[in-house]
Protein backbone atom coordinates (compact mmCIF):
# COMPACT_ATOMS: atom_id res chain seq x y z
CA UNK A 1 0.00 0.00 0.00
CA UNK A 2 1.60 3.64 -1.14
CA UNK A 3 1.96 5.69 1.83
CA UNK A 4 3.46 9.04 2.44
CA UNK A 5 3.13 9.76 6.19
CA UNK A 6 4.91 13.28 7.48
CA UNK A 7 5.62 13.88 11.55
CA UNK A 8 7.62 16.38 13.06
CA UNK A 9 5.31 19.19 13.00
CA UNK A 10 3.76 21.28 15.49
CA UNK A 11 4.30 24.58 17.31
CA UNK A 12 7.28 26.51 17.24
CA UNK A 13 9.10 30.07 18.42
CA UNK A 14 9.87 32.48 16.38
CA UNK A 15 13.93 31.27 15.73
CA UNK A 16 13.66 28.30 16.64
CA UNK A 17 14.22 24.86 14.62
CA UNK A 18 11.84 22.05 13.80
CA UNK A 19 12.45 18.88 11.47
CA UNK A 20 10.08 17.18 9.50
CA UNK A 21 10.25 13.67 8.44
CA UNK A 22 8.26 11.86 5.60
CA UNK A 23 8.39 8.01 5.63
CA UNK A 24 7.44 6.64 2.06
CA UNK A 25 6.29 2.55 1.28
CA UNK A 26 4.68 0.91 -1.20
CA UNK A 27 6.68 2.87 -3.86
CA UNK A 28 10.72 2.27 -4.70
CA UNK A 29 11.51 5.09 -3.06
CA UNK A 30 15.29 5.84 -4.69
CA UNK A 31 13.06 6.17 -8.13
CA UNK A 32 11.41 9.56 -7.27
CA UNK A 33 12.71 12.37 -6.33
CA UNK A 34 10.89 14.02 -3.60
CA UNK A 35 9.54 17.62 -2.08
CA UNK A 36 8.15 19.54 0.78
CA UNK A 37 5.44 21.95 -0.33
CA UNK A 38 3.48 23.65 2.37
CA UNK A 39 0.20 25.44 1.95
CA UNK A 40 -1.34 28.73 4.35
CA UNK A 41 -4.82 29.65 4.50
CA UNK A 42 -5.92 31.25 1.53
CA UNK A 43 -2.35 30.80 -0.20
CA UNK A 44 -1.58 28.70 -3.44
CA UNK A 45 0.50 25.69 -2.17
CA UNK A 46 4.06 26.54 -2.68
CA UNK A 47 7.44 24.12 -3.19
CA UNK A 48 9.18 24.29 0.05
CA UNK A 49 12.20 22.39 -1.17
CA UNK A 50 12.84 19.63 -3.75
CA UNK A 51 15.83 16.91 -3.88
CA UNK A 52 16.56 14.47 -6.73
CA UNK A 53 16.32 10.42 -6.38
CA UNK A 54 19.93 10.69 -5.56
CA UNK A 55 20.35 13.27 -3.01
CA UNK A 56 22.52 15.12 -5.67
CA UNK A 57 20.56 17.74 -6.81
CA UNK A 58 18.29 19.83 -4.70
CA UNK A 59 16.25 23.48 -5.10
CA UNK A 60 14.46 25.87 -2.85
CA UNK A 61 11.83 28.35 -2.44
CA UNK A 62 13.72 31.98 -2.31
CA UNK A 63 11.97 32.45 1.09
CA UNK A 64 13.30 29.63 2.84
CA UNK A 65 16.65 29.50 1.46
CA UNK A 66 19.72 29.49 3.57
CA UNK A 67 16.85 28.49 6.54
CA UNK A 68 15.87 25.27 5.45
CA UNK A 69 17.46 22.03 4.39
CA UNK A 70 16.14 19.10 2.56
CA UNK A 71 17.70 15.65 2.94
CA UNK A 72 16.88 12.16 2.08
CA UNK A 73 17.65 8.58 3.30
CA UNK A 74 17.14 6.00 0.37
CA UNK A 75 17.73 3.26 2.56
CA UNK A 76 15.18 4.30 5.34
CA UNK A 77 12.84 5.50 2.66
CA UNK A 78 13.04 8.96 4.36
CA UNK A 79 13.08 12.37 3.39
CA UNK A 80 13.62 15.57 5.90
CA UNK A 81 12.92 19.05 6.02
CA UNK A 82 15.30 20.74 8.48
CA UNK A 83 13.48 23.81 9.58
CA UNK A 84 16.18 26.58 10.78
CA UNK A 85 15.36 30.52 11.80
CA UNK A 86 11.51 29.79 11.85
CA UNK A 87 9.11 32.78 11.72
CA UNK A 88 5.59 33.15 11.90
CA UNK A 89 5.44 33.53 7.90
CA UNK A 90 6.33 29.74 8.00
CA UNK A 91 3.08 28.53 9.52
CA UNK A 92 1.47 26.07 7.46
CA UNK A 93 0.53 22.27 6.87
CA UNK A 94 3.63 20.89 5.52
CA UNK A 95 3.69 18.08 2.66
CA UNK A 96 5.87 15.60 1.19
CA UNK A 97 5.28 14.69 -2.30
CA UNK A 98 6.59 12.10 -4.71
CA UNK A 99 7.77 12.94 -8.41
CA UNK A 100 9.59 11.15 -11.23
CA UNK A 101 11.69 14.33 -11.96
CA UNK A 102 12.77 17.20 -9.52
CA UNK A 103 10.15 19.82 -10.25
CA UNK A 104 9.10 23.04 -9.10
CA UNK A 105 5.48 22.99 -9.75
CA UNK A 106 2.38 20.90 -7.85
CA UNK A 107 0.68 19.39 -10.40
CA UNK A 108 4.09 17.56 -11.31
CA UNK A 109 4.24 15.60 -8.01
CA UNK A 110 1.98 12.05 -8.36
CA UNK A 111 2.13 10.87 -4.73
CA UNK A 112 1.13 12.72 -1.74
CA UNK A 113 1.20 13.03 2.04
CA UNK A 114 -1.71 13.99 4.00
CA UNK A 115 0.53 16.50 6.02
CA UNK A 116 1.41 18.11 9.05
CA UNK A 117 0.72 21.28 10.91
CA UNK A 118 3.54 23.23 11.82
CA UNK A 119 2.64 26.78 13.35
CA UNK A 120 5.41 29.03 14.83
CA UNK A 121 4.98 31.58 17.25
CA UNK A 122 6.31 34.86 17.71
Known amino acids: QLQLVESGGGLGQAGGSLRLSCVVSGLTFSNYAMGWFRQAPGKERELVGG????????IYADSVKGRFTISRDNAKNTVYLQMNGLTPEDTAVYYCAAARGLYWSAPEYDYWGQGTQVTVSS
Open 51 to 58: ISWSGMST
